[in-house]
């Protein structure tokens, strides 16, 4: 460790909870500290913000920390080609706050900051995270054009580009996210933008019952209507639909989706306040947190299944995709809703709990875990990345 | 030799696995697959094998890898960068005989076909269900799927729904070792790595595609076309930046200069008589879609446009598209040869790199077509030539290559949609440095360690492009001891 420290001067090193946190200053610091770990045998966990260090199971061991808190900073940004670059350590927010704060370009970036205000841009592409806008701009790998990173055992390169537009090369940037910094270090990143439109109007339909809502997703799936956000907030009993749009076709759509239900049309402000609700959900009062994903014609067996285990959902309607949070920390209710999931041939993701992460975890296929592995081996070598 | 007598092996085995009369080895019918689309590319393969299930590819894969002979997978061969080019010593698995859809699930809109089902035809039997697949190369009435996942084929209005890699849900995939495994998830948010993610776009170099789950969208309520006439390309293209501007995403963006257009007048009854044409596409919900092509319709006169055509009918829309689609053929009755070139810039770029074009057709004394997504900043310059005339065809390719080297220069790609292939290889090192070469070729043997699925494709070898600074590393083949470096 002292090595490692040596690398970077003493004043990157500090120390939490007797774990030493090191924090380089750029991607060759990165490669230089990486290729150093992986001689001496280190175990490192990456980190950005912190702030969903607990969506994967703790590690088996960890000799420091490696922290992007001085990876930060835009380094280009192209209004007229929509684009971004970022350095990975910075805070989703600031980006954000950066794009929109140009009001002559009237541009915005749409990945969602899953986990507050201390996200980083790194972390939302380690963990796939994504919330409610995913309804339209998808998630990190569709907004994603390129990346730059640093292999565990040290090698700086770069994936993708800078230009919307490009399949040179394996799209190494897909790996990378998702993978809970367990195969590079992600030092910067390139982004699309999108243009933010003149009006945003939002509805929502209030019902507890399951048919209701299945029922009026299935017509809005099916009729012109192009939403942002289409989510539902169960068993609270609440269907939120975000239209954003020309004011004329807003409307539009918002009269359409009122011949469905009998809708309400929340304030500008409330609409707002719903989507901060939902971003947030995941991360709101105790318990167990599961991230899930079912085939869209199971939405309303997926509702029926988290009712009957005592657990609050906020996910997309027709995705289907979405979090629950188990208030009680029940291994019995956790194991109940895994396997009713499993069931409808959906997919499970621990977020919040040991015990959530050692009853939600299943084992990949026996030759995507063989891929897997020789992945992690070519791109870790030595196992530093933890 | 022999290299020979193992594809020979391969193919004698393949006989009883397939079918005796799904192996090709009689000289004259493997040359139907000597080349793709990049005909200037020709190798006759040692043999060529046409399995009928996902069972038979793999079993053939098996055979090829217990022979250490490489495997290349083909489609419809109309890939444009030579990634289906055989080698001599190599088999050729043609998908041809998969080409059904296995089921269209029209309520979860999605739809399960085999690898040899054209990309047309899959919004064909959507149809019915008011559901399409988003993504349409210009050869998407000949090209497969299969070819599309490999290539992460985009097309005309991937500027709106994204490429192929947007809209596949799972694939089943035959690995190098024969191995069948299914990527993705037929639900949202998989755990483990997105395989998927790096198969498509491979080019044939992870794995073989017998099968994907496809996302179907429902068909826009309304669809608004125009055609808009420019003085210039410049003209067009700061068009195209003011659209940006507006803050409007047009489904497409499409821009053929007068050589193109030229062109596509043989194919198609368009009476276009300016230096640019610049489609442009919206679509979406009916009231959205007529305010912002007001908007569009505006910007174009503003900057300049002539005159703009707004295609009054879904029949004058075809037209419109067929003219833009049939292009790149059509460029044939102008010149008996040509190249199509792939190359993306940024597209605020566009007009210096359309001069930069210019300056090197004229100096090597050849005409350039250009045909574009001028939305997305993805340039298809076709370079004519006569191939009759020593050394033109020479000439033509030095100045393809050295247009989208022009490309990386801007900050853009040397490939927007057709891939690397065998075509572009040696360029690969104008845009990435040894060491994100490096890393790709790691992310392969983790796929590919022995290194036979579709070698020389992709990433630049020694063979092929000379020593790539930085790039020299121990080849899997030596590593497994299976062969030296001479």
């Known amino acids: 460790m002292a090595d490692l420290a040596g690398i970077l001067g003493a004043d990157r090193l500090s120390d939490e909870c007797g774990t030493p946190i090191l924090t ?22 990456v980190r950005g913000g912190g702030t969903k260090t607990n969506w994967r199971p703790e590690p088996t061991r960890c000799d420091a920390i490696l922290s992007t808190a001085a990876l930060v900073g835009i380094v280009d940004r192209q209004p007229g080609d929509m684009t971004l670059v970022a350095q990975a350590g910075t805070p989703l927010a600031a980006l954000q706050a950066a794009v929109t704060g140009d ?11 899953v986990g507050g205000e201390h996200a980083t841009l790194g972390g939302i592409l380690a963990t796939r995270a994504a919330g409610p806008r995913r309804q339209r701009y998808g998630t990190p790998r569709d907004i994603v054009i390129g990346a730059r990173y640093v292999t565990g055992d040290g090698l700086a390169a770069k994936t993708g580009g800078t230009v919307v537009k490009n399949v040179a090369g394996y799209d190494v940037a897909k790996l990378l996210i998702g993978s809970q910094g367990s195969l590079a270090v992600i030092t910067e990143v390139s982004l699309k933008l999108h243009p933010v439109p003149d009006a945003a109007r939002t509805v929502i339909l209030q019902t507890t019952a399951v048919a209701a809502v299945t029922d009026f997703v299935a017509a809005v799936r099916t009729a012109p209507i192009t939403a942002t956000v289409f989510d539902v907030r169960w068993p609270d009993g609440v269907v939120a639909v975000r239209i954003e749009s ?117 084992a990949a296929a026996p030759g995507v875990a063989s891929v897997e592995a020789a992945i992690k081996q070519q791109l870790d070598p030595a196992g530093v990345l933890v | 030799m022999a290299e020979t007598t193992g594809a020979l092996a391969v193919a004698t085995q393949a006989r009883a696995i397939v079918g005796p009369d799904w192996v090709v080895t009689d000289a004259a019918q493997l040359r139907v697959y000597e080349c793709d689309g990049l005909t200037n590319h020709r190798i006759v393969p040692g043999a060529v094998v046409l399995p009928g299930s996902t069972e038979q590819v793999a079993a053939v894969v098996r055979l090829c890898h217990e022979h250490h002979v490489p495997f290349v997978a083909r489609g419809a061969g109309s890939g444009l960068s030579g990634g289906a080019l055989p080698t001599e010593d190599g088999i050729v698995i043609g998908l041809s005989r998969l080409r059904e859809v296995l089921d269209l699930d029209a309520p979860n809109q999605r739809v399960r076909v085999q690898p040899g089902v054209t990309n047309l035809r899959v919004s064909e039997v959507a149809a019915p269900h ?55 998830s037929e639900a949202p948010d998989a755990p483990g790595l997105d395989l998927l993610g790096v198969l498509i776009g491979s080019e044939g170099t992870v794995g073989i595609v017998t099968e994907a789950l496809l996302n179907l969208l429902p068909k826009p309520e309304h669809v608004e076309t125009l055609v808009a006439m420019f003085p210039s390309t410049e003209t067009a293209g700061d068009a195209v930046s003011a659209i940006i501007a507006e803050g409007v995403v047009p489904a497409a963006v499409e821009m053929m200069d007068r050589l193109a257009i030229d062109a596509a007048k043989t194919q198609t009854p368009i009476t276009w008589d300016t230096e640019a044409a610049l489609i442009v596409e919206l679509d979406g919900p009916a009231n959205e879609v007529r305010s912002q092509f007001e908007a569009i319709n505006a910007i174009c006169k503003r900057c300049g446009a002539d005159a703009v055509q707004v295609a009054a009918s879904p029949e004058e829309r075809l037209t419109i598209w067929r003219a833009r689609k049939s292009a790149f053929a059509a460029v044939g009755q102008l010149s008996p040869a040509y190249l199509v070139q792939d190359g993306v810039i940024p597209r605020t770029r566009l007009p210096e790199v359309l001069n930069g074009i210019r300056a090197l057709a004229d100096e090597a004394g050849l005409r350039v077509a250009n045909v574009f997504h001028a939305g997305d900043g993805n340039l298809h310059p076709l370079v004519l030539y006569d191939n ?46 040894g060491d994100d070469l490096t890393a790709f ?12 699925c579709n070698p020389g494709k992709l990433l630049p070898t020694p063979r092929l492009c000379g020593e790539v600074p930085g790039f020299y590393h121990t080849h899997r083949v030596e590593t497994a001891g299976l062969g030296e470096r001479m």
């Open chain 1, 246 to 362: 020309t004011p004329d076709g807003a409307a539009a759509q918002i009269d359409l989706l009122g011949g469905f239900a009998a809708l309400e049309e929340l304030s500008s402000e409330a609409g707002n306040a719903l989507l901060e609700e939902h971003l947030a959900f995941p991360f709101s009062g105790a318990g167990a947190v599961l991230g899930v994903g079912v085939r869209p014609e199971h939405l309303g067996t997926l509702l029926t299944a988290i009712a009957a285990a005592g657990g609050l959902f906020v996910g997309r309607a027709t995705l289907v995709a979405g979090d629950i949070v188990l208030p009680d920390l029940d291994p019995e209710r956790i194991t109940q809703l895994v396997q009713a999931v499993r069931d409808m041939g959906g997919n499970v993701q621990a977020r919040r709990g040991v015990e959530t992460h050692r009853l939600a975890t299943g």
């Open chain 1, 103 to 113: 009001a002559t370009h009237h541009q915005r970036l749409m990945l969602d900051g």
């Open chain 2, 130 to 184: 008011g559901l399409y697949y988003a993504p349409d190369p210009s050869s998407q009435q000949v090209c497969t799927i299969g070819g599309n996942l490999a290539e992460n084929a985009g097309g005309a209005h991937c500027l709106k729904y994204g490429f192929t890699v947007n809209h596949v849900l799972t694939a089943t995939v035959v690995l190098s070792d024969g191995t069948i495994v299914e990527l993705g």
């Open chain 1, 24 to 45: 380089p200053r750029d991607a060759a610091e990165v490669s230089t500290l990486l290729e150093a770990a992986s001689k001496t045998g280190l175990a490192l966990v």
């Open chain 2, 388 to 433: 009759a005339v020593a050394g033109e065809q020479a000439k033509a390719e030095a100045i393809a290559m050295r247009i989208v080297e022009l490309c990386v220069d801007f900050g853009g790609s040397i490939t927007g949609e057709h891939g690397v292939g065998i075509e572009k290889v040696c360029s690969m090192p104008k845009m990435f440095t």
């Open chain 2, 441 to 452: 070729d790691r992310v392969r043997a983790a796929f590919d360690p022995v290194g036979l």
